[in-house]
């Protein structure tokens, strides 16, 4: 298959009267559920280094998933034959998102709030970049959707404060590298719609691998314990294994606007996940937010919603 005709674009089915591109974009957004689970399995597993947890859960994630589509009767190896822009997309946007993330962290570990803010900027800019694809348009309720969802991100991230610390800049640029890693990734890959989701397994396949090519040069091994493995082994079905496929899906097929904007959701239950669990407290921020994202996803989605 020709580099010319994977870039070909699909026409864009009217989501209010196409039965599969509602579907599709109820496929995508269970990635958002799965998502929510990653803060909490990541508190889990805290001790393992962020390369060394990255090369474990995809190295998982590839294992599991080869063998649940090969079992389904998928041609798994006959989908990792693809163009070389294939692999860059697939690669750069699940390995360059979670170098993009750690480093972020690493750099600036005294403004965690900011950096986590500037990361969920992925979806408001999933929204926007979106208008870019061929057959696609903004309007006006996605916007106001978008940034409803922003605010609502803001209460819950920055519910006790925003400060801008200078010597934390750097740390500030990787997490918007970050988040604009992840929405070119999510906007480009319905450039490639005629890519199989089962190549997925690929990049998660490369992702392992170069992490833990990264984890010896800039972390020492943790011998992970038994809960520990157990965590990671919940990221690679779910979080990090799942969650890829079913998003690539959604955004190959879906409306991937309302996709943007309700992936707002996930810093929501995420942090509902954690207050659940006991790993944080809940305060009016946290329903504040609810009601902006919500309202948000409504106004985003009201197309795919109709008919």
């Not at 859960?57 to 990792?80: E, P």
């Not at 091994?221 to 959604?250: C, R, Y």
């Not at 707002?264 to 937010?289: E, K, M, N």
């Amino acid at each position: 298959m020709s580099t010319e005709t994977l870039l070909a674009s699909t026409p864009k089915p009217d989501p209010r009267v196409d039965p599969q591109v509602r579907r599709a974009t109820a496929i995508g957004g269970t990635a958002i559920l799965l998502w929510s689970t990653l803060a909490l399995l990541t508190a889990l597993s805290q001790r393992i280094p962020p390369f060394q947890l990255l090369a474990l859960s995809f190295g998982i994630s590839f294992v599991i998933c080869t063998a649940v589509n090969a079992a389904r009767g998928k041609d798994v190896v006959g989908a990792l034959r693809q163009p070389w822009p294939v692999w860059a997309l697939g690669v750069a946007g699940l390995f360059g998102y979670h170098f993009f993330y750690y480093l972020a962290f690493y750099l600036a570990p005294q403004a965690k709030i900011e950096v986590n803010l500037l990361n969920y900027l992925w979806p408001l800019l999933i929204v926007l970049f979106s208008a870019l694809l061929p057959g696609e348009r903004l309007k006006r309720g996605h916007i106001i959707g978008a940034l409803c969802g922003l605010a609502g991100t803001v209460l819950i991230v920055a519910g006790n404060g925003l400060s801008i610390q200078a010597d934390a800049l750097p740390g500030y640029l990787s997490a918007l590298a970050c988040a604009v890693t992840w929405a070119a990734y999510s906007v480009l890959s319905r450039r490639f719609g005629n890519v199989p989701t089962e190549a997925v397994g690929g990049f998660c396949l490369a992702t392992a691998v170069l992490a833990a090519l990264c984890h010896p040069i800039f972390e020492t091994t943790v011998v992970p314990t038994t809960n520990e493995w157990l965590a990671m082994l919940a990221m690679g079905i779910g979080p990090v294994g799942a969650a890829f496929f079913v998003w690539d899906h959604g955004v190959k097929r879906g409306d991937i606007r309302a996709l943007g904007v309700l992936s707002y959701a996930t810093p929501l239950s995420s942090t509902l996940l954690l207050i659940l669990f006991g790993q944080a407290v809940g305060g009016w921020t946290v329903w504040a937010a609810c009601a902006l994202i919500i309202g948000g996803a409504v106004l985003a989605s009201r197309d795919v919603l109709r008919g």
